[in-house]
């Protein structure tokens, strides 16, 4: 396990640490937080598979600037595939959080709790 | 048509950001909003049977943007696409009829419109999608419409279902993101095409790839609903509105889910064999676990959704055996003619499930229309006081339990067949699927005997006493998804199945690369062709080969 | 909703409009500089949000009115997909054709991602503005309806 492989670790301590949230708490808040941590997990990954180190320097950003050559930027910069992939991926989470709370809102003012202990159908 | 595939997102989605906007404008006119979808779904469906008819090399993948292979993002329509496509275009035309007249029970029909159109237009997307990433992004549109469709009545019970099915569709689309990482970062593409070109030529199949599969069959796996993964579907099901429910059920687990979970272990991870039998596994559990958790059930749309799960058990378990038994063919010409018929089996079930668990739920929704009640305890009577809606129910019940001459029938005596002969030819451990397969069939015919006579037989009860039929529309989509259960059987036709069924079944057999360039597959080596033409030549006893079979073998 | 305290509502007055200015900037230069139609939208978004917050939702609803929002919602997204259609002009779906848009090194360089830019940054930011006018708006009825809430505190109840 080498010093560069730390990363992709705390990336998937982080997932298992979502899935822990959604699993174990009874909160409906905090099973919402669950679901926004395996996302950030899940970005996270998409960025340091995306990573290239510039031979010792420091990385260098896909942007094509007056004076760089396109041939150096392919073999230099950070590949800027992934992180068009997790722009997408955050627009889908924004989406998906925005509706979530929506319900968790709706629920709250159903039954006067977040608790699911006490919501019919979320026991467990 | 070399054009026309975007049409199949564009379309959906253009109806999908109008819908809204003419929902306000029509104000109280709800029924009128159905027009607009409506065609559009019309027109999605003769675009669907134009693409089917026309042979692989005309409707070659579309390059989005005009970028090339393996940058570009792609559309890809092969064998196997076209023909979920036409499930997708069948049933959500119908579920739009039948919701003209049912959603006048709801508020807001252009929000009801919108969401609908954004999901057909994701599941078109992901059928038709000819890269991973693409894969995702209509997964997730497709899955973030039926989110909120699913809570659509928002009443306490619909939220909590909808809720549970979101929490754990999202945790399925992250597996899904991390597989799709790690795989980007193993072979540097995203081009499904390319991803199998690089698997297959790098040798053995390394930790991080395995890794990935693990993700991605249970991300898949979830939105299949196979079982352990079910357990979103028995709420969210019965808490959606009828036709939604119907096309979750009918279409959507489909498309999103077992789709795409065949599609990745046939073409992407190059078939291997292990996959196979864990498809195997996972289908018979959830064959076995869906008959049983749906014999208790007293709500008529929860042991629809039982049923559900124990169906696309099937499906699953035909498919994984026709893997297995692939693997096992090189060499043995009755094993390869038995996977033909095993996948052949498997896809035709998938379609007849489609046609009658979509006309189910829809039946469901007309009896709640009608009587306003789901639980059978309190349903009764009703052979007499709405006849259409009677005789649907007896057909689609009497399909999906498999009796002749329905099309049930006929793809689960395939499903049994295929069983029984992988354990005689093949492997001993095929006896226990088999076994439980007919058990399960059986106790399918229980529990919708069971039905039909809580809610046609005895007499009427307080609820159903002045039920009367249901509107046209309604009667008119249910009763073309029945005149479809009988045609179904029509599949075996030589003429219907070599134009429509065998394509996908060619596609799935040759375990090849998902078509991407203009012509044929080319660079790898494709031991399965005379192999596969050796299946068909025993498969039809007819030994004359005319030219048009050449054709639907990519 | 009634709006914030003095303090507030004059330091929104000063700043709503550069930040109103930064997310077009950012939405603008989206093909240059990172960022883009999404981001963009979301600072125009949190910039309207940060408005009805401190001055109440009456005066916003005076300033830009909610069917507005819900408009350029939809005309954002038609927008999009009348782009990618247009794409079709030069020969296929979502082409990025314009070569006099496009020169690389050039302000001017991205074709149509400009163009698509400025459409999803409009609906983004409608679309997210418009999520908060909902919820905000449901509070305000909810508020009324409200059950007698649990009195246990929720802390006690999560110990796992």
Redesign the interface.
């Known amino acids: 396990m080498t010093f560069e492989r730390l990363p992709y670790l705390a990336a998937f301590l982080l997932l298992v640490v979502g899935l822990y949230a959604i699993v174990a708490k009874r909160n409906l808040i905090k099973v919402i937080v669950g679901l926004l941590v395996i996302d950030y997990a899940t970005n996270l990954f998409l960025i340091l598979v995306g990573y290239r180190s510039n031979s010792g320097g420091a990385p260098m950003a896909p942007i094509l600037t007056r004076d760089l050559a396109p041939a150096q930027l392919a073999a230099h910069a950070v590949d800027p595939l992934p992180q068009a992939l997790i722009l997408t991926s955050i627009v889908i989470g924004l989406s998906v959080t925005a509706l979530v709370v929506a319900m968790a809102i709706r629920l709250y003012d159903r039954y006067g709790t977040f608790d699911t202990g006490r919501m019919r159908n979320l026991r467990g | 048509m070399r054009?026309l595939l975007?049409l199949f997102v564009?379309i959906p989605?253009?109806g999908g950001?109008?819908m809204?906007?003419v929902g306000?404008l029509l104000g109280p006119r709800r029924r009128a909003c159905a027009l607009i979808p409506i065609l559009l779904a019309a027109g999605v469906l003769a675009l669907a049977v134009r693409l089917v008819l026309l042979p692989d090399a005309q409707t070659p993948p579309?390059?989005?943007?005009?970028w090339d292979f393996p940058v570009g993002i792609s559309l890809v329509a092969d064998g196997l696409s076209k023909f979920i496509v036409l499930i997708v275009a069948v049933v959500s035309l119908a579920a739009l009829l039948f919701s003209t007249d049912y959603m006048t029970r709801y508020t807001s029909p252009g929000l009801y419109y919108g969401l609908f159109l954004l999901m057909l237009a994701g599941m078109n997307g992901v059928v038709l999608a000819g890269d991973l990433?693409n894969v995702f992004?209509f997964l997730?549109v497709a899955g973030?419409a039926s989110?909120?469709l699913v809570?659509f009545g928002?009443e306490?019970?619909e939220?909590?279902?909808?809720?549970?099915y979101?929490?754990l569709g999202?945790?399925a689309?992250?597996f899904v993101?991390?597989a799709?990482?790690?795989l980007?970062?193993v072979t540097g593409h995203?081009n499904l095409a390319k991803i199998a070109e690089v698997l297959r030529a790098g040798g053995g199949l390394t930790v991080p790839i395995y890794l990935a599969a693990a993700f991605l069959l249970m991300g898949f796996a979830l939105k299949a609903a196979l079982v352990p993964f079910h357990a979103w579907l028995p709420?969210a099901h019965p808490s959606a509105p009828a036709p939604i429910s119907a096309m979750l059920s009918g279409v959507l687990i489909k498309a999103c889910g077992v789709y795409v979970l065949v599609r990745l272990v046939f073409s992407v991870f190059a078939g291997l064999e292990a996959f196979g039998v864990v498809l195997v596994v996972l289908g018979t559990l959830s064959m076995v676990a869906g008959a049983i958790l749906a014999i208790g059930q007293g709500d008529l749309k929860r042991l629809l959704a039982y049923s559900s799960i124990s169906q696309v058990g099937y499906v699953v378990t035909a498919i994984g055996t026709g893997l297995v038994l692939l693997a096992w063919a090189p060499g043995k010409p009755a094993l390869q003619a038995l996977a033909v018929l095993a996948i052949f089996g498997g896809l035709f079930h998938l379609a007849n499930h489609a046609v009658f668990k979509s006309l189910l739920f829809l039946l469901s929704g007309s009896i709640e229309y009608a009587t306003g009640t789901r639980q059978l305890k309190s349903l009764g009577g009703l052979g007499r006081s709405m006849p259409l809606t009677a005789w649907s129910l007896r057909i689609a019940a009497l399909s999906i339990s498999g009796v002749p001459p329905f099309a049930g029938f006929f793809s689960k005596f395939i499903i049994l067949l295929v069983l029984v002969q992988a354990a005689v030819l093949g492997h001993g451990a095929f006896w226990l699927v088999a076994v439980l397969a007919l058990a399960v069939a059986v106790l399918t015919l229980v529990y919708y005997a069971k039905v039909q006579r809580a809610v046609l037989g005895g007499a009427p009860t307080a609820a159903t006493a002045d039920a009367r039929e249901v509107p046209f529309s309604m009667a008119v989509a249910t009763a073309a998804l029945a005149v479809l259960c009988l045609a179904g059987a029509l599949v075996l036709h030589p003429a219907v199945k070599r134009r429509i069924v065998d394509p996908a079944v060619a596609v799935l057999v040759a375990r090849g690369l998902p078509r991407s360039e203009g012509s044929l597959l080319q660079g790898l080596p494709q031991t399965e062709q005379p192999e596969v033409a050796a299946a068909r030549a025993l498969e039809h006893p007819n030994p004359t080969l005319d030219a048009s079979d050449a054709e639907v073998i990519p | 909703m009634r709006g914030m305290s003095l303090i507030v509502k004059n330091t929104t007055r000063l700043v709503a409009g550069f930040i109103a200015l930064f997310g077009a900037y950012i939405v603008l230069y989206g093909h240059v500089t990172p960022g883009g139609g999404f981001s963009g939208g979301v600072i125009v978004a949190g910039g309207l949000v940060l408005v009805v917050l401190a001055f109440g939702e009456e005066f916003s609803r005076r300033v830009i009115s909610h069917n507005i929002v819900r408009a350029s919602d939809s005309v954002g997204a038609l927008a999009f997909l009348g782009i990618a259609l247009l794409g079709y002009l030069a020969g296929a779906f979502f082409s990025n054709f314009p070569d006099w848009l496009g020169q690389p090194r050039a302000l001017a360089s991205g074709g149509t991602i400009f163009l698509s830019n400025v459409a999803i940054g409009v609906k983004v930011a409608a679309g997210l503005f418009g999520v908060f006018l909902a919820l905000a708006l449901f509070r305000r009825r909810g508020e009324k309806r409200l059950m007698v809430p649990d009195t246990a505190p929720l802390d006690a109840e999560d110990e796992e």
Request: hydrophobic fraction near 60%; charge should be negative.
């Open positions: 054009n975007p564009a989605l253009a950001f109008l809204p906007v306000r579309y390059w989005m943007g005009a990433f992004v997730e973030i989110y909120a809570a928002t306490a019970d939220l909590e279902a909808s809720f549970k979101l929490i999202s945790i689309s992250a993101l991390v799709v990482a790690i980007y970062s995203l709420d």
